[in-house]
C-alpha cells in the first residue's frame, strides 16, 4: 500500500522470507518493515534487522504502542506485575527453549511458576509439547526485548551465573554410560 509499483520479484522473494523469519512472525513488526520499501529494497531492509527493536517506526497519529514494535513491548511490559516482570526478564538468558523447572531455577522462587504460566497466557512466551514434557520459549525479537530489561535491572550478571550453575550441575548429574 505504500508502494504501489512494488512487485515482488523471485530475487527479493528469499530477502521477504527473511524479514519474516527474523521478526518472528509478527504482524506488527512485518508491516513496520514493509512500510519502509518505499525507502529501502527487502535486502537493505534485512541488513536493518540487526537490532530487532529499533530499526522501524510508523506515523506519528498511531498510538504510541502502534508506532513501534519496541513501544509495543513497552506497553505489554507496563501492563505486568512485578513479578511477572522479573520473570519474564530472567528468561531472556535461555536462546532456546527451557522447561519449567530450569525458568524457576533462573527465578529462585518456587512461586515463579504462576507468573510464567500468566507471561504465556499474554502471549510473551510460547508453550511447546516436547517428546515428554512441556517447554516454553520466548520469540527472538521479544527475548531481545527482555535481555534489555535484564541488563536495566542489573540483574544480567547474577542470572547468566545462575543459568551457567543449573546446567553444569544437570550436566554433571547425568551418568556416564
Known amino acids: 500500500a505504500v508502494r504501489p509499483d512494488f512487485v515482488m520479484a523471485a530475487a527479493s522473494a528469499s530477502d521477504i522470507a527473511e524479514i519474516c523469519r527474523r521478526l518472528d512472525g509478527i504482524p506488527l513488526a512485518i508491516e513496520l518493515a514493509a512500510a519502509q520499501v518505499p525507502h529501502f529494497s527487502p535486502r537493505q531492509i534485512v541488513d536493518r534487522l540487526g537490532d530487532r527493536l529499533a530499526p522501524f517506526t510508523a506515523g506519528r497519529r498511531e498510538p504510541a504502542r502502534h508506532r513501534s514494535l519496541h513501544g509495543a513491548l513497552d506497553w505489554s511490559h507496563a501492563l505486568l ?69 535484564l541488563v536495566e535491572a542489573g540483574e544480567d550478571t547474577l542470572v547468566r551465573d545462575r543459568h551457567r550453575a543449573h546446567f553444569l550441575a544437570w550436566v554433571e548429574s547425568i551418568s556416564p554410560e
Open 81 to 149: 506485575g512485578d513479578e511477572e516482570r522479573a520473570v519474564f526478564r530472567r528468561l531472556a538468558v535461555f536462546p532456546g527453549s527451557f522447561t519449567p523447572e530450569s525458568a524457576l531455577a533462573m527465578c529462585r522462587d518456587p512461586r515463579a511458576l504462576e507468573p510464567l504460566l500468566q507471561l504465556q497466557r499474554k502471549s510473551l512466551i510460547v508453550g511447546e509439547d516436547g517428546d515428554r514434557d512441556m517447554r516454553y520459549r520466548m520469540l527472538e525479537t521479544v527475548r531481545a526485548y527482555a535481555a534489555e530489561k
